[in-house]
């Protein structure tokens, strides 16, 4: 069966899911880090309608009601579903995850149908098989007389569990008064000893006060790209003191794995996504009887002529085109996580590699957004991570580098991992303040957390709360076996 919402959509299942907690506080921080992976990236997903997140009036339970236009569009979002829900069960403090799915019947309305919304419930009847279910959505919508004129009374609509054996009443009131007055009334007495004669097992009843609705994002129609640029911000490369930062926390442990390698001198040398420059520059400088390509589509902030043996190049890297084993080291460093094809990228740059060169590669693993110490901490990397993952970045794609190096035919494969976060240094803060504060909008604006929640975290950059180990830079390296005449 599928009914409307007043916006007009179409909504053909019905989820519920009440997470029970093992106290109030527990429940409250559930509540806010739920509201926020549906606002990071369940609202996003095809055939999403809305989401209503309630707290039980007695603190203790999280019940989030989620409308879809299908069953099969609910059961794709569980599938590829978020680490944060998938993981409620196994939280601290949670005892219980349960969940009703289900098709809407045709409900009642009341009076004050357009009404602010003070207190739900979520009543659940048990039934022997479908047919009692759907007997007990015709008794609810025959009771509709006196109900449609109680005063505060908004709607009730009923549920019918896929297997039919569970009934959900979903009635709304503009207040608790309304909802006490409305139970009070004695012809609510009347048909209840119709209901009970169906019910296999006493009721569930749950009286809520519903915390936030969520509808679905708009529609986005993101323009084709092979990568995205590293910044939150859709078309646009990170500004230059983003850029320079991002040097200043990460050149010390690139030089110093570039400075190790053994064997032969830096000779024939080639950057692929260089950014502002300071590890090109610093090749060129080391090595000044070798020579330094910069490739990167955006070459706005690197400077050809800052040393001789220095060429930019402005281009692709996905579709640029070099001479086989034309180079004795290849750096890339926060690059290929951005492209759709890291692994293809991978066996272009190896073929451009000389035999004996190495190939030195440099990516991100960020941690699940879940684990976050903090609730404000959680929304923010999971609105970050999501926004990255649209704009075309994959942020997993570290994890896979060591073991793709070696796939690849390198030999002596070596890694390091590099923690990043607040709190792991002074420049680390300085940089998630500096990202946020120029980019953060666009996760308000998208509505994936609040202007609130991102000066909360903002305000606990610095400070022992709000230390985090929100990803690790991986940093691979691995050389390409030399010819037979040479070794
Ligand atoms: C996060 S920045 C890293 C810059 C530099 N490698 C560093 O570590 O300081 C990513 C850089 O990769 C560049 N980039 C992304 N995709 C690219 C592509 N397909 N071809 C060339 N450059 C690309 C971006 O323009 C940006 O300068």
Aim: charged share 25%.
């Amino acid at each position: 069966m599928t009914a409307t919402t007043a916006a007009g959509k179409a909504v053909g299942h019905v989820t519920f899911e009440e997470v029970k907690a093992s106290r109030p506080g527990v429940a409250e921080e559930l509540t806010t880090l739920i509201a926020a992976e549906f606002r990071a990236r369940v609202r996003h997903l095809a055939g999403f309608v809305s989401a209503r997140i309630h707290l039980s009036l007695d603190g203790t339970s999280v019940v989030s009601r989620v409308e879809w236009s299908s069953e099969e569009h609910s059961r794709a979002a569980l599938r590829d579903g978020g680490a944060t829900l998938h993981a409620l069960p196994e939280r601290p403090g949670v005892v219980s995850v349960t969940t009703f799915a289900g098709e809407p019947a045709p409900g009642i309305q009341g009076p004050a149908e357009a009404g602010p919304v003070g207190v739900v419930a979520v009543v659940k009847r048990h039934v022997g098989e479908r047919r009692d279910a759907e007997t007990l959505a015709r008794l609810l919508h025959a009771s509709g007389g006196w109900k449609s004129e109680h005063p505060g009374f908004i709607s009730a609509t009923p549920y019918v569990s896929l297997d039919g054996a569970t009934y959900l009443n979903y009635p709304q009131w503009v207040s608790e008064e309304s909802f006490h007055s409305y139970m009070d009334d004695p012809r609510n007495a009347a048909g209840q000893d119709a209901i009970a004669v169906l019910e296999t097992e006493p009721p569930e009843i749950l009286l809520c006060a519903l915390v936030t609705h969520i509808d679905a994002a708009p529609r986005e129609h993101p323009p084709a790209r092979a990568h995205s640029t590293g910044s939150l911000s859709p078309d646009t490369v990170s500004p230059l003191d983003q850029l320079r930062l991002f040097e200043r926390k990460y050149d010390p442990g690139t030089t110093e794995i570039l400075r190790r390698l053994p064997s032969r001198p830096r000779r024939r040398c080639l950057e692929l996504g260089a950014g502002a420059g300071s590890m090109a520059y610093w090749l060129a400088d080391t090595a000044p009887e070798g020579s330094v390509v910069a490739v990167d589509t955006d070459t706005g902030y690197l400077d050809p002529d800052r040393a001789g043996n220095l060429t930019v190049r402005k281009a692709d890297i996905t579709s640029a085109t070099f001479a086989p084993g034309s180079f004795d080291l290849i750096l890339a460093r926060a690059v290929l996580e951005h492209l759709t094809d890291p692994d293809a990228m991978l066996d272009r740059a190896l073929s451009w590699l000389a035999p004996g060169g190495w190939l030195v590669v440099e990516d991100f693993y960020f941690l699940p957004a879940a684990d976050a110490p903090t609730a404000v901490g959680r929304s923010l990397l999971e609105a970050y991570v999501t926004r990255m993952r649209e704009h075309g970045a994959d942020l997993s794609w570290g994890r896979r580098l060591p073991a793709a190096l070696a796939r690849a035919g390198l030999t002596s494969v070596a890694t390091r991992v590099t923690p990043a976060g607040p709190g792991q240094s002074a420049v680390d803060d300085e940089l998630i303040a500096l990202r946020m504060r120029q980019e953060g909008h666009t996760l308000v604006d998208g509505g994936q957390v609040t202007a609130g929640e991102l000066d909360t975290f903002l305000g606990l950059l610095g400070t022992s709360e709000g230390r985090d180990l929100t990803a690790l830079l991986v940093s691979a390296w691995g050389r390409r076996p030399p010819d037979p005449e040479e070794r």
